[in-house]
C-alpha cells in the first residue's frame, strides 16, 4: 500500500513540482523542461528525469553563447 501511494501521489507532485522549480528558477519554458524529461527518460531511463532537462538547457545555452559571439 505505501509503494501505491508512493508512485501515485508522492512521484506526481513531484514531478509537477520539478516543472515549477524549473521553469521559475532557470527561466526555462515548463514545457521544454517536460520534453527533456520525456527525451531523458528514452535515452537514459530513471536517471533521465533529472539529466535530461540539465542536458537540454546546458546545450540551449551553449547555442546561445556561441550565437552571440
Known sequence: MLAVY???IVS???NFIR???TGD????SPL???VGIIGG???LGIVGIFFGPLI??????????VGEK
Open 6 to 8: 508512493g508512485i501515485a
Open 12 to 14: 506526481t507532485i513531484d
Open 19 to 21: 516543472y515549477k522549480i
Open 25 to 28: 528558477k532557470g527561466k526555462v
Open 32 to 34: 521544454l523542461v517536460l
Open 41 to 43: 527518460l528514452q535515452l
Open 56 to 65: 537540454l538547457v546546458f546545450g540551449l545555452t551553449m547555442i546561445k553563447i
